[in-house]
Nanobody
């Protein structure tokens, strides 16, 4: 089992950058595919980005492709989401999640979730 804790959210102006981090507990972190999802007010939670257990695969949602970068450090049990050129529509609670298998872009495949961190982008 793995426990996840996000950090790094905050308020930023449009065009700015934020770096989200997800710290994971447990010795098996390296076996998990990890993902970031987000949920805006009044909307369903949606996929943002994911990274495979080895770091070799990194799918992105079309809405963030070219602006966000996901990475992981298996030695430090961390996953990072670097967000650049932020837009007001990126405003949401961002969640880190882990899965042992299945399509990384599918929310229902994820077994473990963090509590979320708020990202607010002002125009």
């Amino acid at each position: 089992q793995v426990q996840l804790a996000e950090s790094g959210g905050g308020l930023v102006q449009a065009g700015g950058s934020l770096r989200l981090s997800c710290a994971a507990s447990g010795r098996t972190f390296r076996l998990y595919n990890m993902g970031w999802f987000r949920q805006a007010p009044g909307k369903e939670r949606e996929f943002v980005a994911a990274v495979s257990s080895s770091g070799g695969l990194t799918p992105y949602a079309d809405s963030v492709k070219g602006r966000f970068t996901i990475s992981r450090d298996n030695a430090r049990n961390t996953v990072t989401l670097q967000m650049n050129s932020l837009k007001p529509e990126d405003t949401a609670v961002y969640y880190c999640a882990g899965t042992v298998g299945g399509p990384m872009t599918v929310m229902s495949q994820y077994n473990y979730w963090g509590q979320g961190t708020q990202v607010t982008v002002s125009s």
